[in-house]
């Protein structure tokens, strides 16, 4: 095993690789095409705030547990869209405002910064 230090999208994380020993290959094998890379979740998925649209801000730092409400919603003031965990604790995030949910800048699983956008109300 060897251990990585690498950086994706500015989060570090710490890797261990084990080198797997190829077996001899039959001579009829056909050669395999190197895998893509994933983009990703959020890349795709991002939602712009337009003029007239209120985004819904992290408070904290923390983790995204489970997203509650879904894209083309009609949310309520108050109502919750998604569940963000933080010090152990499970945050309910609510609508700031009545409207349409345009859609989630996060995934759930994934770590945010206080103040990033995770999801947008038109």
Request: charged share 20%; glycine share 8%.
């Amino acid at each position: 095993m060897k251990k990585f230090n690498i950086k994706v999208n500015g989060t570090a994380y710490e890797v261990e690789v084990e080198e797997v020993k190829a077996a001899a290959a039959p001579k009829a094998a056909a050669p395999v095409a190197p895998a893509k890379p994933a983009a990703p979740a959020t890349a795709s998925a991002q939602t712009a705030v337009a003029a007239g649209d209120t985004p819904v801000n992290a408070p904290m730092p923390g983790k995204i547990v489970k997203l509650v409400a879904t894209a083309g919603q009609a949310v309520k003031k108050g109502e919750v869209l998604l569940i963000l965990e933080a010090m152990k604790m499970q945050n309910e995030i609510s609508a700031p405002i009545a409207g349409t949910l345009k859609g989630f800048n996060v995934a759930a699983g994934q770590n945010v910064k206080p103040g990033e956008v995770l999801a947008v109300i038109g």
